[in-house]
């Protein structure tokens, strides 16, 4: 029997201890916290041994899915294997120990990393120059969109208020526009996924802030009209802002500053060696053109020559949108990430990324449906069971995959298609573990035809069976007693 079979929560014991601590050694007493603040009841907490205590945990850790345990497709997500040695770097004193308020003489080296990662992220991109102070993906769309806005506003063109993007877009570009308090229009792909140009002519006038846009595209497909909406936005006036949170298959290979693109983020969450999900701790950089240099957020990292200097408002800047200057262990990482790697071998990521996502789409487009059937960059979609009779649905699947072991996929998105399966497999898995996945997928496909209710009650081994998932997202119930 499995420890969650019995879901053993109530280990408590009355008088049971699993510590001791010294005698009460400190010269005040109870007598000195004033009456209001001191606790009326004994706290209600667990009775319970150090095994229990160690085994508990063990226990509970066991009952998750992550990176380290399973192969983790999840599209748009980027899920590859984090080198345990950068954990280390980061984990270092001399890192670790740092606080944001010391004196800038005693931070150098810190300062330096600031900016070499900086000039390591502009020349993988072809942006002239980065702030690393955004915390997330999303933080980074809405910092550049403000500095879109700034641009435009220093500039006295006011009407600029619209920004465009697609119908197969991530579904923060269009929230962070929103919140940036910019206008969203919508335009739409054509039947093979990419850019309608001729509806986004129609689309382009003075109002246009600019555009959002990622290439590839959510779709995993290379825009290759790129540098022509370059030319169409830059000639009505607008700027091209590019949502770079998967970066995997351009690492080394192709930079969105020589497509054209004068803002972008990086998720460094995601490509660049920190682990995704579970709400952080993350990283978005965002990189500029030359000319949207001075509208960076500060604080920024500047280097006369001799020592490094934090700078603060230079009057014409986007305004400050963090704390301090960022999440410093995630730009540790993603620092000590790109050095080990060099020039060389970053570039054989994306090629392995793509290549890994390609022989999947491969291997299984027989038995599920491929709605554009092309060549893929380190991701593609399926569109649910090429045999849609059975009535088992891509979230059947997605729930039976985990019984077999493996993390499903991203699931109804993009929204383009109503049974989407978004599959990215990332460069950091074997061909063991691919071949393995994809006898899986067809054995599910094959249990479709033969037995479609196991598959509509799946998952059957995990510590929990279909969940109502809406409630699970708004109303988790996260204290141990009830308040
Ligand atoms: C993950 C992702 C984002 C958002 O990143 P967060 O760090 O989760 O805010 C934006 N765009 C794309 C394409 C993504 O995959």
């Keep these: 029997m499995k420890y969650y079979d019995k879901l053993i929560f109530e280990l408590s014991q009355p008088g049971r201890c699993g510590y001791s601590l010294p005698e009460w050694r400190w010269e005040a007493t109870c007598e000195d916290i004033p009456l209001s603040l001191r606790r009326k009841d004994v706290a209600r907490l667990p009775e319970v041994s150090e095994p229990d205590v160690v085994r508990h945990y063990t226990n509970l850790s066991n009952m ?12 748009s997500c980027t899920m590859k294997y984090n080198p345990k040695i950068n954990e280390e770097i980061a984990s270092m004193p001399g890192f670790a120990c740092l606080h944001p ?13 600031y900016h070499d990662l900086g000039r390591a992220l502009s020349s993988i991109t072809g942006m002239a120059e980065f702030t690393l102070n955004p915390f997330a993906g999303a933080h980074g769309e809405l910092t550049g969109l403000m500095i879109m806005r700034q641009y435009h506003m ?133 990189g500029v053109a030359a000319r949207l240099v001075e509208y960076l957020p500060y604080p920024r990292v500047t280097f ?24 410093f262990t995630v730009l540790l990482k993603a620092y000590a990430y790109i050095l080990s790697l060099g020039k060389q071998n970053i570039r054989l990521a994306g090629a392995l990324a793509t290549l890994n996502a390609n022989y999947i789409k491969e291997s299984l487009k027989d038995c599920y449906k491929l709605p554009i059937d092309t060549l893929c960059k380190h991701e593609f979609v399926f569109d649910g069971l090429a045999d849609k009779s059975t009535g088992v649905t891509t979230l059947d699947v997605a729930k039976r995959l985990l019984d077999y072991g493996f993390h499903a996929p991203t699931v109804y998105f993009p929204l383009l298609f109503h049974q989407s399966i978004m599959i990215e497999p990332t460069e950091t898995e074997s061909k063991e573990t691919l071949d393995a996945f994809i006898a899986v997928m067809r054995k ?19 510590p929990v069976r279909r969940l109502d998932e809406t409630t699970a997202a708004k109303n988790p119930v996260l204290t141990y007693f009830e308040m």
């Excluded at 998750?64 to 599209?75: A, C, H």
């Design 64 to 75: 998750n899915f992550g990176v380290d345990t399973g192969f983790y497709p999840l599209g």
């Design 101 to 113: 308020l010391q004196p800038e003489s005693t931070v150098q080296g810190a300062l330096q990393l």
């Design 154 to 286: 220093q500039r006295g063109d006011l009407k600029r208020t619209r920004v465009i993007v697609p119908d197969s877009a991530h579904g923060t570009n269009p929230a962070s526009a929103a919140v940036c308090g910019l206008e969203v229009v919508v335009v739409k792909s054509k039947p093979d996924g990419t850019i309608d140009t001729d509806e986004l002519a129609s689309l382009l006038d003075d109002t246009v802030a600019g555009i959002m846009m990622t290439n590839p595209n959510t779709l995993g497909l290379f825009e290759k009209e790129i540098l022509k909406i370059a030319e169409m936005v830059h000639g009505c006036g607008g700027l091209l802002y590019y949502d770079g949170a998967n970066f995997n298959p351009l690492l080394g290979k192709v930079r969105p500053g020589d497509m054209g693109f004068d803002i972008l983020h990086l998720n460094l969450h995601k490509t660049f060696s920190t682990p995704h999900g579970g709400g952080g701790p993350g990283s978005g950089p965002v």
């Design 304 to 327: 006369d020559g001799e020592r490094y200097h934090l700078i603060g408002d230079n009057g014409k800047s986007a305004g400050r949108v963090s704390g301090f200057a960022g999440n």
């Design 444 to 462: 599910i496909a094959e249990e479709a035809v033969s037995e479609p209710d196991t598959l509509r009650e799946a998952p059957h081994t995990t």
